[in-house]
Nanobody
Framework: QVQLVESGGGLVQAGGSLRLSCVATGRTFTYVMGWFRQAPGKEREFVAASPWTFGEKDYAESVKGRFTISRDSAKNTVYLQMNSLKPEDTAVYYC???????????????WGQGTQVTVSS
């Protein structure tokens, strides 16, 4: 069984930065770890993904160049560094794990509870 717990959300001004953390328990090293977000009234959308070991990282166009996904295997933790934040980045951010394709939300087997990110203008 895999459990994911996110932290690091909060309120920040536009142009600011936040770093989200996702601590994983269980056998996650064969999974691709993804970050998704869901704004009020909108569908959950892909943000970024990375395998635990080797492989390319993937980013949504809307965050490319501003967000960075990374992982620390020793700590079983995946991070999402978010820079140059915009009000449109406001959403609940979720960490998830899949053995499928990174952008296919239906393929994710495990989800965290989410952490709120609010960017003020």
């Amino acid at each position: 069984q895999v459990q994911l717990v996110e932290s690091g959300g909060g309120l920040v001004q536009a142009g600011g930065s936040l770093r989200l953390s996702c601590v994983a328990t269980g056998r996650t090293f064969t999974y691709v770890m993804g970050w998704f977000r869901q704004a009020p009234g909108k569908e959950r959308e892909f943000v970024a993904a990375s395998p635990w070991t080797f492989g390319e990282k993937d980013y949504a166009e809307s965050v490319k160049g501003r967000f960075t996904i990374s992982r620390d295997s020793a700590k079983n933790t995946v991070y999402l560094q978010m820079n140059s934040l915009k009000p449109e980045d406001t959403a609940v951010y979720y960490c998830a794990a899949t053995k499928g394709r990174a952008r296919v939300i239906e393929g994710y087997d495990y989800w965290g509870q989410g952490t709120q990110v609010t960017v003020s203008s």
